[in-house]
């Protein structure tokens, strides 16, 4: 790649979060707001039918399955794995409820002025907590790119709320 | 939330690579009810001891059910049972 062409086409990604009156300002770049609806919609489908990327990892490179996804998403919350597995379970529909998912992705797709109500942060921190695990494993550092954007998106928003909140 | 001297339930939160500290204190704030201080001393303590307990508990649906509202914001909670 040689060129000044090349780095005009180059724009920085940002997202930045700040308190206004009416609650929290968002600021982003089109690419980083249209990979945040993007991840939104992935764990929307994951959720509501347990749709996944298809991905390899690890050194076998083995198919990361559904399975996989949902134990490092909703991890075992008892040492014994029926008792994990039946957590899981009973609590399925608390687990997978998307409305939180639904209400950022139309944020993100619909909103021209990006100004959030400081209640509605936790809907970002339900949507972009538990997406970083479509793709990430909660140890190791090969967490990647992704998972440091949402990280950033929930630093800033926490970052952004009141001090009384 | 009970007194934990009453309680059989507890729910820990537990280290991991992902979390960051700032989210944890807030999402303790918000849905555990801790104060600022209280939350991020367990926040750190979760960060240099790998574990600590964030709510206490006489039945079984209550601890689940904060291990419920932790796990969906990404947080790695699990439920510990006395006895």
Redesign the interface.
Known sequence: MTGEAVWTDVSEDYFRAVLVPDGIALSMSANVAAVLANQAGKLIRFLETGEIERRRTGLLRRLVSQVDVERR???????ARAEADA?RE??AA??R?SAAAHRVRAWLTDTVDYIVPTDAV?DW??T???A??LT?P????K?GMT?AWL?HV??AL??A?PQT? | MTGAADSRWRVELVN?????V??VV??LR?HCAFSESDATRLATEVDTRGRAEVGAFTDQGSA?EL??TL?????????RHDG
């Open positions: 998403m909703f991890p075992d919350v008892y040492r957590f009973r609590h608390a687990l409820d936790d921190l339900a972009f907590g538990p970083r695990f990430a909660r140890t190791g550092t967490s998972v990280n929930q630093h926490v970052h709320l909140h | 991991d690579d992902v979390n960051i700032c989210v807030h999402l918000t689940e291990a419920v796990q969906r914001r990404g947080l790695t909670a699990v439920v």
